[in-house]
C-alpha cells in the first residue's frame, strides 16, 4: 500500500501493539515465561532471582537487588523463582509479588506488583501494583507493610 511505513527492528513500530494484541517486549515475556514453566527447575530458587538482577541494567537492579533482601528479611517463608522473566516471590507454588524493572517494557517506572494470592484486601477495591522510581527508607517502610499485609502478618 502506498504511503505505508515499513517496520524495522528497533524503531517505535516495535514496541507498539500489533494485529495480534500484543507488543514485541509482552511476546518475548510470554516465550520467557513458556521457557520457565518447560523447565521449572532453572526458573527457581534464589542463585535464578539473582542472576536475573544482576543482567538488570540500573536503576532497576538497585531496586530489585534491595526489594530482594527486604523481602527475604520480612517473609522469609516466600520462596524466590522466576515469572515472566522477572523476580517474583511464591508461596505454595503461587506468586504472592513480583518486581517487573522499568526496562522490560521500556517504562519510565519499575513495578512492585501482587497477584491475587497477596492477602491485600481492603473493602471492594485495593491497589495491586506500585510504581517505583526509587527506594528511600520512606518507600522501603511502605513496602515493608505491603509485604507482610501480603502474606498475612
Not at 515499513?6 to 521457557?35: C, I, P
Request: a positive charge; charged letters at 30%.
Amino acid at each position: 500500500m502506498p504511503g505505508k511505513k515499513k517496520k524495522t527492528k528497533g524503531s517505535r513500530e516495535t514496541s507498539r501493539k500489533t494485529a495480534g494484541g500484543f507488543t514485541a517486549e509482552e511476546r518475548a515475556a510470554m516465550k520467557e515465561r513458556a521457557r520457565e514453566r518447560k523447565a521449572p527447575d532453572k526458573a527457581e530458587g534464589e542463585g535464578a532471582v539473582l542472576a536475573k538482577i544482576a543482567e538488570m541494567p540500573e536503576p532497576d537492579r538497585t531496586m530489585a537487588t534491595r526489594l530482594h533482601a527486604i523481602i527475604r528479611a520480612h517473609a522469609p517463608d516466600l520462596s524466590p523463582r522466576l515469572w515472566y522473566g522477572m523476580p517474583a516471590y511464591a508461596r505454595g507454588g503461587k506468586v504472592i509479588c513480583f518486581f517487573q524493572g522499568a526496562y522490560k517494557f521500556q517504562t519510565r517506572y519499575a513495578t512492585l506488583g501482587f497477584t491475587d494470592a497477596a492477602r491485600l484486601d481492603e473493602g471492594a477495591m485495593w491497589p495491586v501494583a506500585f510504581a517505583l522510581r526509587g527506594m528511600s527508607e520512606a518507600e522501603e517502610a511502605r513496602i515493608i507493610a505491603l509485604i507482610r499485609k501480603a502474606v498475612g502478618l
